[in-house]
């Protein structure tokens, strides 16, 4: 099993500015996942965190508008860039073995106003 | 993008009633999970059911997965108020780690 702290829990945050995300898992994990859920909705991957190397984005998100940093195998941000209302959603960081159980921060709240 | 579709998209029981819910999904599989999600928080993994099994119990769940109409189904038996959440199935393919969620069913277990 892991355990995942992802922080901050909820932000509102002003159109036009970023607020980056942390994700930090109790233990050495080699896949680790960003998701989105937008307002009752269910969730959507946003791309998978390499570690060393540069994310691989799902269609429809790209580097500049959600960069994602893997420092180590325990940890990752992501960035929401130029925040527009669009973009309030819960995010959620999620770390899975092969072929086994993913498991998932509690999330985080964004809120663009 | 998402995988599949569930149906219903919400459903609303009496405690002590069963529960069903139908995930639909559109690629070759290796496995497929359920998930709960509370009010929009982290999720929490309820069982998982490998391509070569056909049906799996965990407590008061049994899943079923039928790989040739490539659907599944959740029943939550003697359901109680605390089932009340959103429930997910998410499947993975051979080779990838990544999961993909399916759209989701609401259910509301009325006391």
């Known amino acids: 099993s892991a355990v995942i702290s992802q922080k901050p829990s909820r932000d509102i945050c002003q159109r036009g500015t970023s607020l980056t995300i942390q994700c930090q898992v109790d233990s050495q994990v080699t896949m680790m996942f960003w998701y989105r859920q937008q307002p009752g909705q269910s969730l959507t991957l946003i791309a998978t965190a390499n570690q060393g190397s540069e994310a691989t984005y799902e269609s429809g998100f790209v580097i500049d508008k959600f960069p994602i940093s893997r420092p180590n195998l325990t940890f990752s941000t992501l960035t929401v860039s130029n925040m527009s209302p669009e973009d309030s959603s819960i995010y959620l960081c999620?770390?899975?073995?092969?072929?086994?159980?993913?498991?998932f921060g509690q999330g985080t709240r964004l809120t663009v106003v | 993008s998402q995988q599949g579709e569930e149906d219903p998209q919400a459903l609303s029981i009496q405690e002590g009633e069963n529960a069903t819910m139908n995930c639909s999904y559109k690629t070759s599989i290796n496995n497929l999970q359920w998930y709960r999600q509370n009010s929009g928080r982290g999720l929490v993994h309820l069982i998982l059911?490998?391509?070569?099994?056909r049906e799996k119990h965990s407590g008061r769940l049994r899943v079923t997965l039928d790989t040739s109409k490539k659907s599944s189904s959740l029943l939550i038996t003697a359901s109680r108020a605390a089932d009340t959440a959103s429930y997910f199935c998410?499947?993975?393919?051979?080779?990838?780690?990544?999961?993909?969620f399916g759209s989701g069913t609401r259910l509301l277990v009325r006391p």
């Open positions: 999620s770390v899975r073995q092969l072929n086994t159980e993913a498991f």
């Open positions: 059911i490998r391509s070569n099994e």
């Open positions: 998410a499947t993975g393919g051979d080779s990838s780690y990544k999961l993909i």
